[in-house]
């Protein structure tokens, strides 16, 4: 499982079928998205549904 998969930046495309990282990636950062070295991503940020829910109550 990758570490994006659980990322609020990580967003689908209906148009193109795909997802992509909705954050701002310079170079560097855009190079480790593509290779899926992630571990250590600065833009990590954890997206639970159950945290919407939880708020919208």
């Known amino acids: 499982m990758n570490i994006c998969?659980?990322?609020?930046?990580y967003m689908?495309?209906?148009?193109n079928?795909?997802?992509?990282?909705?954050?701002?990636?310079?170079?560097?950062d855009m190079r480790?998205?593509?290779t899926?070295?992630?571990d250590n991503c600065p833009f990590?940020?954890?997206y639970s549904e159950y945290d919407v829910?939880?708020?919208q109550n």
Do not use: M
């Not at 998969?5 to 930046?9: F, G, K, P, R």
């Not at 689908?12 to 148009?15: G, I, M, P, S, V």
């Open 5 to 9: 998969d659980n990322c609020a930046n």
């Open 12 to 15: 689908y495309d209906d148009e």
């Open 17 to 28: 079928d795909c997802y992509y990282c909705d954050a701002n990636l310079d170079e560097d």
């Open 32 to 34: 480790r998205f593509i």
């Open 36 to 38: 899926a070295n992630t």
């Open 44 to 46: 990590f940020n954890f």
């Open 53 to 55: 829910v939880r708020k």
